[in-house]
C-alpha cells in the first residue's frame, strides 16, 4: 500500500530532466520551498496527476504527494517521484487520502457526506460506479463544518484505482 507523503510550498524552480532522448521535454524537475526555508524537488512525469489538470509555474503555491515508501535517492535537497499536484486555490479544498467504510481519511481529519451533485470521477475522467470505502481519494470541496473530524460534500472525488 502506498504510504502518502506530502510537502506544500512555492514553487521556485521548473526544469526540464533528459538529454537528448525522446523523453526530452516529458520529464520536469519541479524545486518547492516551504515557509521555513526547507526545499524539495519533485520529478513529474507523464503519469503524475495534476488536480484540475492545471498548469504550474514559478510562484505558485503548490502541495506535491508523493509515495513515502518508494526508494529516493540520498541527496539534498530530497528528490521525489510526483505522484498528484495540487495548485493551491482559495476557492477550494483537497484533500488527499486514504478514505476508510465510513468515509472519513485516514488522519481522521475529514469526513465525506455525498450527495447527488458531487461529481466521482476515475483519474480519466470516467465515471466512477463502484463503492468509495476503503480506497485512495482526491476530494475536493468547498465549505466543512468546523468539527473534529470536518464533515463537507464534496464538488467532486477522483478515485485513485
Not at 488522519?107 to 451533485?117: C, H, K, P, R, Y
Request: glycine share 6%; aromatic share 10%; with cysteine.
Amino acid at each position: 500500500m502506498i504510504n502518502l507523503l506530502s510537502f506544500y510550498g512555492t514553487i521556485t524552480m521548473i526544469s526540464d530532466i533528459g538529454q537528448n532522448t525522446e523523453s526530452d521535454g516529458c520529464y520536469k524537475l519541479i524545486s518547492v520551498v516551504d515557509s521555513s526555508g526547507a526545499q524539495v524537488n519533485f520529478v513529474v512525469s507523464p503519469t503524475t496527476y495534476f488536480v484540475d489538470h492545471v498548469m504550474v509555474r514559478i510562484g505558485d503555491e503548490i502541495t506535491g504527494y508523493y509515495d513515502g515508501n518508494a526508494p529516493a535517492p540520498l541527496i539534498f535537497p530530497p528528490q521525489y517521484q510526483a505522484l498528484i499536484m495540487v495548485k493551491e486555490s482559495m476557492d477550494q479544498n483537497v484533500k488527499v487520502d486514504f478514505f476508510n467504510n465510513m468515509l472519513v481519511s485516514s488522519d481522521g481529519l475529514v469526513e465525506i457526506n455525498l450527495s447527488a451533485t458531487t461529481q466521482i470521477v476515475l483519474q480519466n475522467g470516467q465515471a466512477f460506479s463502484g463503492n468509495l470505502a476503503n480506497r485512495l481519494l482526491i476530494v475536493i470541496y468547498g465549505a466543512s463544518t468546523k468539527s473534529i473530524h470536518a464533515q463537507t460534500i464534496p464538488y467532486k472525488i477522483i478515485v485513485l484505482c
